[in-house]
C-alpha cells in the first residue's frame, strides 16, 4: 500500500479475542479480501483502504473497505 501510496487504516479491539476456525484458511480470506481492495482502488483519486475488526457479542467481525470505483451494475 504505501509503495503505490494508498492510504491504509485500521481499526482494532484493545484486546485480541479468541478466533476458532483454521488459521491458514482465515489468513488467506483476510489477505485475499485485502488484495481485492488494494487493487481496486487503481486509479482512484485518493486511494483509501481500511480494515477494522469488532467483537459483537460472541463473533468477530472482520471488515475491509475500499473507496475504489466498484463493479459496474451490469
Do not use: C, F, K, M
Not at 479475542?17 to 479480501?33: E, H, K, S, T
Not at 482512484?44 to 471488515?63: M, Y
Request: no cysteine; glycine share 8%; net charge negative.
Amino acid at each position: 500500500a504505501e509503495e503505490r501510496s494508498i492510504a491504509l487504516s485500521t481499526s482494532l479491539p484493545d484486546e485480541s479475542p479468541i478466533v476458532i476456525g483454521n488459521r491458514a484458511q482465515l489468513q488467506q480470506a483476510l489477505l485475499d479480501l485485502l488484495s481485492n481492495a488494494l487493487e481496486a482502488v487503481d486509479g482512484s483519486e485518493a486511494p483509501a483502504v481500511r480494515v477494522a475488526v469488532t467483537v459483537d457479542g460472541g463473533w468477530l467481525v472482520a471488515q475491509v473497505s475500499d473507496n475504489g470505483y466498484g463493479i459496474p451494475e451490469d
